[in-house]
T-cell receptor
């Protein structure tokens, strides 16, 4: 069990640029989740996958956000045309069929 | 819709004193409940969980929480805190209505332990 791995740890980008984050879950976990956390707040659910199928998306996930898990293993989260309001910590988590979720250390995005 | 309320945003306490971090949830169906801890610039670590069975659950580092269905609460307690317990603590719920498919988190409580 090597834990959930997220890359990069930090990303600074200019407004309007596209960014992509990667998450590698724990190997035997078939569920993968993306959350967003802003300063002083709890994590907010964005989306989750069971294997390669994206089963639920939050209303927080605007059209500029897209997540994929093409082979049911790693996942990517892309944000197009970034805005300053997208600045946050993006957390990935994985689990077997049911909770608890195991979290990675997150990717901190700063949009200037 | 389910939600989680953590009643205190910050809790200052002296070392070796007892502490209680309060958590209430809203749900009319079966729930799983969790406490996570987050240290600066890190992800969330599972502290303890209630899935079923005994309503009192314990962690390996001295924390405990009690599921109270009538009060819809899952308060976290520790009889004697250490400086190293300083961190952000998050309560979370997962419900059968959602197929236990995700966790909904509270806003967090910052525990600050002073010498």
């Amino acid at each position: 069990d090597t834990g959930v791995s997220q890359n990069p740890r930090h990303k600074i980008t200019k407004r309007g640029q596209n960014v992509t984050f990667r998450c590698d879950p724990i190997s035997e976990h078939n569920r993968l989740y993306w959350y967003r956390q802003t300063l002083g707040q709890g994590p907010e659910f964005l989306t989750y996958f069971q294997n390669e199928a994206q089963l639920e998306k939050s209303r927080l996930l605007s059209d500029r956000f897209s997540a994929e898990r093409p082979k049911g293993s790693f996942s990517t989260l892309e944000i197009q045309r970034t805005e300053q309001g997208d600045s946050a910590m993006y957390l990935c988590a994985s689990s077997k069929e049911l909770p608890p979720l195991h979290f990675g250390n997150g990717t901190r995005l700063t949009v200037t | 819709a389910q939600s989680v309320t953590q009643l205190d945003s910050q809790v200052p306490v002296f070392e070796e004193a007892p502490v209680e971090l309060r958590c209430n949830y809203s749900s009319s169906v079966s729930v799983y409940l969790f406490w996570y801890v987050q240290y600066p610039n890190q992800g969330l670590q599972l502290l303890l969980k209630y899935l079923s069975g005994s309503t009192l659950v314990e962690s390996i580092n001295g924390f405990e929480a009690e599921f109270n269905k009538s009060q819809t609460s899952f308060h976290l307690r520790k009889p004697s805190v250490h400086i190293s317990d300083t961190a952000e603590y998050f309560c979370a719920v997962s419900t059968s209505a959602g197929g236990y498919n995700k966790l909904i988190f509270g806003a967090g409580t910052r525990l600050a332990v002073h010498p």
